[in-house]
């Protein structure tokens, strides 16, 4: 049997063990509270301080998606009308520079040059029959002259005779009037080799390939011969032919019309393309000529291709437009403006074909990170 004892200090001594525990417990909670408040401020200095490094070190690459590939393009027609006579090319098809895309029926110029040729002949005679002339004139004024001194002479004696009456004044009249005679023939004559004289430019030895009208006819032969050779029409420069379809054998070709109807004309695309971006103004603070940038096209996801800034635009594209803001109005709103960046690739060999008009993403490299730009400018 147990006999609880009635000694006061062994009754206190578990007393004191519960009220050490609770001290404990409530140091500890103290120290959990003080470490969550320290975490909590840390975590909120440190997502801070992570926040202003991340944005301080960013700000070097400037990017849009208002992007597309271009290559110059052109409507090949001829400045000559004509019936077409073949089309020598097909769809998608690859030319080089002077390759024939397709053929007027050349018979017409054709003649047209051999009435050229003929013309310019003429000319080249009546040169040489103007020569003949001008020669046959200058004989006849020395002829003339010889004819007139002649009559000088007689009208002379006929004077003194007269003066003794030695001959009737009839037969000095008739001598008179003789002399007059021949001198105004010689005028005349000597009008007509100066007529014949100017035909010639002043030069009685003139070659016909120097007289106006003959190279007048040579130029008309050269304009025949121009035309003649339009009725082959070829490509200007490598590329791919498009809208093929649209011109046939038989289709008549009107020079004048060409720039209005693509059934005149057959399409043709550059292999020389670059990527035009429309950056927004307030992007193009750093963005200078020579600068890198990476582009990627919609149609082939994960390949980057590499470039620099070839130029930036001169205006905005709203400039250009044929219906320009009129900013000066009461309701005007501000809008970021649009400038064109044209992006020269650098190509190689195997990459994936690029078409004029994919759209692409591009990111200029500007060197500038926001810190370089707060301290530096």
């Known amino acids: 049997m147990n006999v609880m004892s009635n000694d006061p ?26 470490l969550r408040q320290i975490l909590m401020i840390g975590g909120v200095v440190v997502v801070a301080a992570a926040s202003l490094a991340f944005y301080l070190m960013g700000g070097r690459y400037v990017s849009t998606d208002d992007a597309y590939v271009k290559a110059a ?3 090949v027609s001829t400045d000559v009308s004509g019936i077409v006579k073949s089309v020598e090319v097909h769809e998608g098809q690859h030319v080089k520079a002077g390759d024939v895309l397709f053929r007027i029926d050349p018979q017409p110029f ?41 009559s000088k002479t007689t009208l002379d004696r ?25 001198q105004a023939t010689l005028a005349s004559l000597k009008q007509a080799a100066q007529v014949d004289l100017a035909k010639l430019s002043g030069n ?4 016909a390939e120097q007289s106006p009208a003959y190279m007048q006819a040579n130029a008309q032969v050269d304009e025949m011969q121009r035309q003649l ?28 019309m060409s720039a209005f109807s693509t059934t005149s004309a057959v399409g043709l695309v550059s292999d020389n393309v670059w990527v035009e971006g429309n950056m927004k103004e307030t992007d193009l603070t750093y963005v200078k000529h ?20 070839q130029s930036v635009a001169a205006a905005s594209g709203s400039t250009f437009s044929p219906l320009p803001s009129e900013n000066s109005s009461g ?12 992006i020269k690739l650098d190509r190689k060999p195997g990459e994936p074909r690029l078409r004029a008009g994919m759209s692409s993403v591009i990111s200029i490299d500007t060197g500038r990170r926001r810190w370089n730009r707060l301290i530096n400018g």
């Open 9 to 34: 200090l062994t009754r206190l001594e578990p007393e004191k063990g519960k009220r050490g525990i609770r001290g404990s417990l409530k140091r500890a909670f103290g120290d959990m509270a003080r």
């Open 73 to 75: 393009q052109l409507m």
């Open 110 to 150: 054709q003649i047209a040059l051999e009435n050229a040729k003929a013309a310019m002949a003429t000319v080249a005679q009546t040169v040489e029959a103007t020569k003949a002339d001008y020669r046959r004139d200058v004989q006849q004024v020395d002829a003339q002259a010889a004819q007139v001194a002649v």
């Open 158 to 182: 006929y004077s003194k005779l007269v003066a003794g009456n030695a001959i009737a004044h009839t037969l000095y009249d008739q001598q008179r009037a003789t002399y007059l005679s021949a």
């Open 204 to 207: 009685p030895n003139l070659p």
């Open 229 to 256: 050779d339009h009725t082959i029409v070829r490509a200007p420069f490598d590329g791919v032919v498009t809208q093929v379809d649209s011109l046939q054998p038989g289709t008549l070709v009107i020079s004048a």
């Open 290 to 309: 020579g600068m890198p940038v990476d582009v990627t096209v919609d149609t082939y996801p994960g390949y980057t291709w590499k470039g620099i800034i």
């Open 331 to 342: 309701n005007w709103v501000k809008v970021v403006q649009r400038i064109a960046v044209r």
